[in-house]
């Protein structure tokens, strides 16, 4: 195929982190790459070591048609307006998306290549051209426990979410640094005087918390101290849109039929930008420990099977530990009491790389490559 590749909305987070990865991968070496932005049109495009020509108009539909492949991290509105006049102004090139809009479309695949390769490439060899990156905690999720669905052995899951603020935008994120800054500065020389009650200060937090100091109007409510359980809006059954996703999009991804049920909580917490999961597993019967284990961390060269002891569960399993990695982290492995085929974990990853990013630049290569 040809080689011409169309970036579109290299500036934000999504787009920053994938820019950086395509870079550090050398991925801008094999194709003719356009940049294109909603606001910075005319502009000298980013260093890529070749040359590029000025940042085109992200809107222009006519210069977004002479791309064999558009790469776009500019949000589900972008693809809502933007998508549906490419494709009805006849352009059959590859789209590949961060956005959620086109997941569940029946002629999209969605992508996670280490978990789903075969699935994509059945996608591809029937025509699909939509090529869209999964939820950011369901991607996670996939590449933690991979092995134990590679197996055949799942029967459902139940996965209860700790998702950082980088999951809901730029903003939010900064947000969160905010509200940690009142928290601290609103506590004053307290805070440094070791000899303060500690319920003084936890009454002073308290306070500021419900406070009009707090800034709250990213979030909604107070995320530092404190975490948020409601992410996104509400669907059928008491569930919101980001609890839906974890059955919808993990059946998609893996091509299941009968689907395997997948539910549980989605909880906003104050880490900056890696998400966690702990699930409770029903497997179809009762697999020794060693074998789980050794299925999980055999599945891909990314997954990480930390041993389930403190000094390794302290040092190697939290959002402080993988963020700016690639690395999927899963510990915390044991049965549980329920009965031996009840399995518990811990997963951990960073939800701007697996949980975004990567997906796109891996899928962007297979085209390439085709």
């Keep these: 195929m040809a080689r ?3 970036i579109i909305g290299y500036r934000g987070m999504v787009g920053s982190v994938l820019f950086e990865r395509m870079k550090a991968e050398k991925d801008f070496e094999l194709f003719e790459p356009t940049f294109f932005s909603t606001s910075q049109q005319g502009q000298a495009a980013p260093d890529v070591g070749k040359p590029t020509g000025p940042v ?3 809107n222009d539909v006519e210069a977004l048609k ?6 776009s991290c500019q949000g589900g509105d972008y693809t809502k307006a933007v998508h549906p006049k490419l494709r009805g102004a006849g352009w059959g090139g590859y789209w590949i998306d961060a956005a959620s809009t086109l997941r569940m479309a029946p002629n999209a695949v969605i992508v996670l290549d280490p978990v789903n390769r075969r699935v994509i490439d059945s996608a591809l060899s029937k025509g699909v051209k939509d090529c869209i990156g999964g939820n950011c905690t369901v991607s996670l ?3 933690a426990i991979q092995g134990l669905f590679d197996k055949g052995w799942v029967e459902w899951v139940s996965s209860m979410t700790y998702q950082a603020a980088s ?5 939010n994120m900064r947000e969160l640094l905010l509200q940690m800054r009142t928290l601290t500065q609103g506590l004053g020389r307290t805070l440094d005087d070791g000899d303060a009650s500690i319920l003084e200060l936890d009454r002073a937090v308290s306070k500021l ?3 009009a100091e707090l800034p709250t109007s990213a979030f909604g409510a107070p995320l530092a101290a404190s975490l948020i359980p409601w992410i996104d809006s509400a669907v059928a059954d008491g569930q919101t849109r980001e609890e839906l996703k974890g059955h919808v999009e993990a059946n998609k991804i893996l091509g299941l039929s009968p689907e395997i049920p997948v539910d549980g909580l989605c909880v906003r917490i104050g880490a900056m930008r890696s998400h966690s999961l702990a699930m409770t597993i029903k497997l179809k019967k009762d697999v020794p420990l060693p074998e789980i284990e050794q299925a999980l961390a055999g599945a891909n060269q990314w997954v990480d099977l930390i041993p389930n002891d403190k000094e390794a569960t302290l040092k190697r399993l939290s959002p402080a530990a993988v963020s700016g990695t690639l690395r ?6 044991h049965k549980l009491k329920m009965g031996p085929e009840y399995l518990g974990c811990f997963a951990v990853g960073d939800q701007l790389l697996w949980g975004a990013a990567e ?6 290569r297979i085209l390439l490559e085709r």
């Design 167 to 171: 999951g809901a935008g730029a903003k």
């Design 66 to 71: 002479s791309c064999d492949v558009l790469v």
């Design 209 to 211: 918390l419900v406070s």
């Design 4 to 6: 011409r590749v169309g």
């Design 56 to 58: 085109k108009d992200a």
């Design 141 to 143: 999720m996939l590449m």
């Design 359 to 364: 997906p796109l630049r891996r899928v962007l």
């Design 328 to 333: 999927v982290a899963v510990g915390r492995v």
